[in-house]
């Protein structure tokens, strides 16, 4: 592991993996950045910054990210602000920003690549020759996922509604995961688990033990953020 940065430390490594849709930033000298971004990332995907950033090429790589494609920047210059320009723009399109700095006896100081939440989620010290990167689908891609599905939403704390319909579904009680289809089938909650039942806290202990399980998906609705804040601002207050 290499010298701490921001509380965190970056990686070290010759094979690195990013997140499919990110803005990778790679950095180095420009004859090592030319090497890594032609042979692993495709030319319509690469940005390159040799200075300050230009407004066309700050457009480019806004118009990658909002179509939801991997953005990569080649970076040469050691211009002191652009590596935050860059996190803070992977930031204001929700993705990732990772930095792969190309370690050949160049100074790229730690400080310009700084890992935490308004920084870098990923920086890594890479050979300049003979780096791999690789790529992996991100958390929530589940586009892999086959049906069928039992699409539930607004269960809103009626525990006792949400067995009867799971039943009605053809589900059966189960040891692990509480409700199962012995079908193969899988529900999706679609948010809302919280407020206004009774059974609010056996909703989501059942919810929870379908998703560990394996047979169910969820993600939250507008009253389960608020039930989240509530509960962060309890925690930290």
């Not at 607004?154 to 053809?170: K, N, P, T, V």
């Amino acid at each position: 592991m290499g010298e701490a940065m921001g509380g965190l430390e970056p990686e070290r490594s010759s094979t690195v993996m990013v997140p499919e849709l990110a803005l990778v930033v790679i950095a180095g000298e420009a004859r090592d950045v030319g090497a890594l971004v032609t042979r692993w990332f495709a030319p319509e995907e690469v940005t390159r910054v040799d200075g300050a950033m230009t407004e066309a090429a700050r457009r480019r790589i806004e118009r990658r990210l909002g179509e939801g494609k991997l953005a990569a920047v080649a970076l040469t210059s050691h211009a002191s602000d652009q590596p935050l320009a860059l996190a803070r723009l992977a930031h204001g399109n929700d993705v990732a920003p990772v930095a792969l700095l190309l370690d050949n006896g160049a100074e790229w100081p730690g400080a310009r690549f700084p890992m935490g939440p308004h920084g870098f989620e990923l920086v890594c010290h890479l050979p300049a020759q003979g780096a791999v990167v690789m790529r992996e689908p991100l958390p929530c891609d589940r586009r892999g996922e086959r049906g069928p599905f039992d699409i539930i939403g607004d269960a809103h704390g009626c525990y006792d509604e949400l067995i009867e319909l799971l039943e009605r579904l053809g589900y059966v009680a189960d040891a692990e995961a509480g409700m199962r289809s012995p079908a193969g089938r899988r529900v999706i909650f679609v948010g809302d688990l919280v407020d206004r039942g009774p059974g609010v806290v056996e909703t989501l202990r059942l919810a929870m033990r379908m998703v560990v399980a394996g047979v169910a998906f969820c993600t939250p609705g507008n009253h389960d953020v608020k039930l989240l804040r509530a509960l962060m601002a309890g925690m930290c207050g």
